[in-house]
């Protein structure tokens, strides 16, 4: 799931994404990943990464624990928050965390 605005609303989308080894992280509209709808550079962009309690802003939707969460801070000052089934989260976070170092709400990016 991914956090967008529809409106003056936001809420919960269903959304198919990749992180891949150039530290690309892709959105697809559907499960079979033909169209791509955005492409986020991880290695670039990104500034911070939270996951699960630290997300203490972000609610989860509905049967999602607050566990399953990861939040990305861009460096155009947007985020983007996503609600990740349980082993993708643990990757993510596991994968995301060294680019902290150096290195799906989206606030500024109506786009996803």
């Known amino acids: ?5 529809f ?7 269903l959304n198919w994404c990749d992180l891949w080894i150039d530290g690309s992280l892709c959105f697809y509209k559907t499960e079979r990943r033909r169209e791509l709808e955005h492409r986020i550079s991880l290695k670039t962009g990104c500034v911070d990464v939270r996951s699960g ?9 509905e049967t999602n624990p607050r566990e399953n969460l990861i939040v990305v801070q861009l460096r155009d000052g947007s985020t983007v928050s996503s609600c990740l ?7 993510m976070s596991s994968c995301l965390c060294p680019h902290v170092c150096v290195l799906m709400s989206v606030s500024s990016c109506s786009h996803v």
């Not at 799931?1 to 605005?5: A, G, H, P």
């Not at 409106?7 to 989308?13: E, N, P």
């Not at 309690?53 to 939707?61: A, I, N, Y």
């Open 1 to 5: 799931f991914i956090l967008v605005k």
């Open 7 to 13: 409106g003056l609303f936001w809420r919960w989308k």
């Open 53 to 61: 309690l630290e997300c203490g802003d972000v609610s989860p939707p």
């Open 85 to 91: 089934c349980p082993h993708v989260c643990v990757l």
